[in-house]
């Protein structure tokens, strides 16, 4: 029981890097980014194919696989995204939906669904023994490091330097920042630009977790992601861990009880959260 | 169109139009239901899918064109209503009736949904109602007796497959068309013009006194009937569901959003366009396999960006045509004497308040 808390509160880390991506795009675009999951699947299987043809280590290939995605991201959100934005509301959430239809469908006419492994060593099996009966494994332990340093490094991106400033005037008031000379177009791209890098370095974590990738991966990633976001409370990225903590609390202990129970309790807890504590389980202080 | 001054003009709801729409749209049902004796079964029961498809289309639409929710969830319903066909059939209901009781009670369990897909809005609504749609599939692949994981055949059914395509086109047929004359005359009444203001500009509409939560709940129970009917018609012409995950794929969200988007968002013809579009295209390239699927992806981005109002959108901004007439103009009324303006102008306002 003790061990199985342990691990779910490490799952959450997995949770919270991916949900970060889907707070970002949102918090600043107010776009709800469905091919989120996506994303993080083809962050996973350019891990795996850097590995595969060029032998790169894993660690090497996301040098490469996050900036590659951050780009296209950025060039996403200006080439696609931007025109979808002064269409209406709906239109970049349409958009972003016939993304998320096209990739997994290519993966699977590419790779078939078989599962691409993301060999990592005897990193997925190296644990460390804190007490009787509770090991911790080394992945989760550096996943759950990743995200908590990648959520404290963009709050400290947002907060301080001046293009993290702007990102939140643009999120407040894009034509307010335009009277000031900057242009918004470029802050909402970088914005999905480093929302797209962060999916992909979520999703080489997930797909270390779970020994490979699949083109189905995206659909149950980006439900956590958006699961976490909610159950932690709009707005808040601190909020983003403790979601992703509960949700992969609430996962775990489930799977004691039978395997085929994690992702009903995860969809009910949330659910149960969405009714009960519409605003999440953390308020938000640095709107974002 | 003269002067327009009070009583020299009245508001006209397009009242001959709608006459031709109904004695048409009357015929065309008819000569449809007969179409079994005309036709064999293969063309038939191809049909079916036409008939379902521009139903599922249809109800998104209402969803989304009108009431501004943009739901990738809808699978939930169609999957009940497969799942529904089941329940009601085993308890020794025939599979027709039982489709129409399950609709009822996928009409209560979407309204007991919205209360939980309410509270978020935008983009968020649209993923939470996906991950209801998932906890959905989840309950259901629980019971035993509902095939579990793996699906199952309707176990009392018409032997014949001649009477049993015969059943289900009728049933499809009268779906489809039950839910177009819904569909219009609730777009015509006082709700409909509630519902394109909220299209338009759901602020404006609160400030109008338009009660939108209410309104939108009433689309959300009825897309999701429309839905499970769907859903029930789709079993009943594969004889069952294969399997669960199948029935509640997203990818009908995804089939639905390409036929709205392409026919046009925000009309009646539009998703009927679309679905004749797409059932075509299926017909001719579904043997692509999922390159298909991600072509469909690609041209509903493209038509998003570049054509947001959809072929039918299109049309009606270049030709003043409609074939379902849902709006108002105002007409000057020629010659209007001082009596006859006064009784017109009492008409009119009496047919705004209608």
New interface residues.
């Given amino acids: 029981m003790a061990n199985a808390l342990v691990q779910g509160i490490l799952l959450g880390g997995v949770f919270a890097m991916a949900a970060l991506g889907l707070s970002i795009a949102?918090g600043v675009l107010?776009?709800?980014n469905?091919a989120h999951g996506e994303i993080m699947t083809v962050g996973a299987y350019l891990a795996a194919l850097s590995l595969a043809q060029f032998g790169v280590n894993v660690w090497v290939s996301l040098v490469l696989v996050v900036p590659a995605l951050g780009f296209v991201g950025y060039w996403v959100q200006r080439t696609?995204l931007q025109?979808?934005l002064r269409?209406?509301?709906?239109?970049?959430?349409?958009?972003t939906?016939?993304?998320?239809?096209?990739i997994p469908?290519?993966l699977?006419?590419l790779f078939t669904t078989n599962k691409k492994a993301i060999p990592t060593g005897d990193l997925a099996v190296r644990s460390i023994t804190v007490v009787e009966g509770v090991s911790i494994g080394v992945l989760p332990l550096l996943t759950m490091v990743v995200a908590v340093l990648l959520i404290a490094a963009t709050q400290l991106y947002l907060a301080r330097t001046r293009t993290g400033r702007y990102m939140r005037a643009a999120a407040d008031d894009s034509e307010t920042l335009r009277l000031m000379g900057v242009d918004h177009r470029r802050v909402y791209a970088l914005a999905m630009g480093i929302a797209f890098g962060i999916a992909a370095l979520a999703g080489v974590f997930f797909g270390m977790r779970q020994g490979g990738v699949t083109p189905f991966d995206g659909?149950l990633a980006?439900?956590f992601a958006?699961?976490a976001v909610?159950i932690g409370g709009?707005g808040s990225l601190w909020g983003t861990l403790a979601g992703g903590v509960v949700l992969g609390v609430a996962q775990t202990l489930a799977g004691v009880v039978s395997p085929?129970l994690p992702?009903?309790v995860g969809?009910?807890v949330?659910?149960a959260v969405?009714?009960f504590r519409?605003t999440g389980i953390v308020r938000s202080k640095v709107a974002v | 169109m003269s002067d327009l001054v009070p009583g020299a003009v009245r508001v006209d709801r397009y009242r001959r139009r709608m006459i031709i729409t109904q004695v048409v749209g009357a015929a065309v049902i008819v000569l449809l239901a007969f179409a079994p004796y005309v036709f064999v079964p293969a063309v038939t029961s191809a049909w079916i899918k036409l008939f379902y498809l521009i139903t599922l289309a249809t109800v998104w639409n209402l969803l989304?064109g009108y009431a501004?929710m943009?739901s990738?969830g809808q699978q939930a319903y169609i999957g009940l209503g497969a799942y529904g066909l089941f329940v009601f059939n085993d308890l020794g209901v025939n599979p027709y009736a039982s489709a129409l009781i399950a609709s009822v009670a996928i009409g209560v369990i979407a309204f007991a949904l919205s209360?939980?897909a309410f509270?978020?809005r935008?983009?968020?609504f649209?993923?939470?109602t996906?991950?209801?749609a998932?906890?959905v599939r989840?309950?259901v692949i629980?019971f035993d007796s509902l095939g579990a994981g793996r699906g199952r055949g309707i176990s009392d059914y018409t032997a014949d497959p001649v009477l049993r395509n015969l059943f289900t086109y009728w049933l499809a047929l009268g779906i489809l068309a039950g839910t177009l004359i819904v569909t219009l005359f609730l777009l015509r009444s006082r709700m409909g013009i509630a519902l394109q203001s909220i299209r338009d500009n759901e602020v404006a509409a609160r400030a109008l006194g338009i009660d939108v939560g209410r309104t939108k709940r009433i689309v959300f129970v009825l897309a999701g009937i429309g839905a499970g009917l769907a859903g029930s018609v789709i079993c009943l012409q594969a004889i069952g569901v294969a399997s669960p995950s199948q029935i509640f794929s997203?990818?009908y969200?995804?089939f639905m959003?390409f036929m709205v988007?392409i026919g046009g968002i925000g009309t009646i013809e539009g998703p009927i366009i679309g679905a004749i579009i797409y059932y075509v295209m299926d017909l001719y390239f579904s043997q692509m396999?999922?390159?298909y699927?991600?072509v469909?992806?690609?041209l509903?981005?493209l038509a998003?960006?570049f054509l947001?109002r959809g072929i039918w959108g299109a049309l009606t901004s270049r030709f003043n045509i409609s074939v379902f007439p849902i709006g108002h103009r105002v007409v000057a009324v020629p010659g209007a004497g001082e009596g006859r303006a006064a009784r017109r102008a009492a008409q009119s306002s009496m047919a705004t308040a209608e």
């Fill in positions: 949102f107010r776009v709800v469905l696609m025109r979808a269409i209406s509301e709906l239109a970049p959430l349409l958009v939906f016939g993304i998320a239809i096209i469908n290519v699977i006419e659909q980006v439900l958006f699961e909610i709009l085929e992702l009903l969809n009910l949330f659910l969405l009714m519409p | 989304a501004g943009v990738v209360f939980v509270r978020l935008g983009g968020y649209a993923i939470g996906w991950v209801i998932e906890a989840q309950i629980r997203v990818s969200s995804a959003i988007l396999g999922l390159w699927l991600a469909l992806g690609v509903a981005i998003t960006l947001p």
